[in-house]
């Protein structure tokens, strides 16, 4: 994704509001993502709480996610939760590989 505008960042997710406003993220790759400003070209969280879960949930095949590459996250009221990395969940069903 690449984004462009008065945001000031988050190529791929933007959050902002208050703590109430939380954003989970689970078993996801951040790729090829870029902001105009170069801040946050993954994620840019300017207010919120964003979490990112190192499990796969159903129906994944793994509980485990794979890890990937460190994201591109900049963040002005609360630190991501989490450990910043794409992580992948293995999508094939039992049997396949």
Avoid: M
Avoid at 9 to 32: M, N
Avoid at 72 to 95: E, K, M, R
């Amino acid at each position: 994704c690449r984004s462009i505008g008065p945001s000031g960042g988050g190529g791929a997710i933007y959050v902002s509001g208050d703590t109430r406003t939380q954003v989970a993220i689970y078993g996801t790759g951040f790729t090829g993502n870029t902001e105009e400003s170069g801040n946050g070209n993954d994620i840019f969280a300017e207010g919120g709480i964003v979490i990112i879960h190192k499990i796969c949930p159903p129906p994944y095949s793994s509980n485990t996610p794979i890890q990937g590459e460190a994201l591109d996250v900049v963040t002005i009221n609360h630190p991501i939760q989490g450990n910043a990395y794409s992580l992948y969940c293995n999508t094939c069903p039992p049997g396949y590989s």
